[in-house]
């Protein structure tokens, strides 16, 4: 049974910092490139960012680059997101996804055309002004 299970989120000011993290299960962890992505109220869930299964590559939504960090161990089954410089616009529920590919190419991700074979249950994040 896959598991995807987040933690780190909660309450932060603008300007403040927090790290998520993803520990999943009962998967062959670097058989997956692993993405982050977020659900805001009243609006679609939409990607944040993605890694590689070997973390060589990683991919960000124009409006987090510079401010968010993804990065995964391996050898814990875990990926993270480091988020800096957080604003209330970045409030949204948090979802890490498993897309099973060794491709170093994620424009389907991205693009949100392909959507992972797994997902986590989300973690809040709210980021007041």
Do not use: H
């Not at 977020?38 to 060589?56: C, D, K, L, M, Y």
């Not at 814990?76 to 409030?91: F, R």
């Amino acid at each position: 049974q896959v598991q995807l299970i987040e933690s780190g989120g909660g309450l932060v000011q603008a300007g403040g910092s927090l790290r998520l993290s993803c520990a999943a299960s009962g998967l062959i962890f670097s058989n997956y490139a692993m993405g982050w992505f977020r659900q805001a109220p009243e609006n679609q869930r939409e990607f944040v960012a993605a890694i590689t299964w070997s973390g060589r590559d990683t991919f960000y939504r124009d409006s987090v680059k510079e401010r968010f960090t993804i990065f995964r161990d391996n050898d814990n089954n875990s990926v993270y997101l480091q988020m800096n410089s957080l604003k209330p616009e970045d409030t949204a529920v948090y979802y890490c996804g498993a897309v099973f590919t060794r491709s170093n190419y994620l424009g389907g991700i991205v693009a949100e055309t392909t959507q992972p074979d797994y997902w986590g249950q989300g973690t809040q994040v709210t980021v007041s002004s």
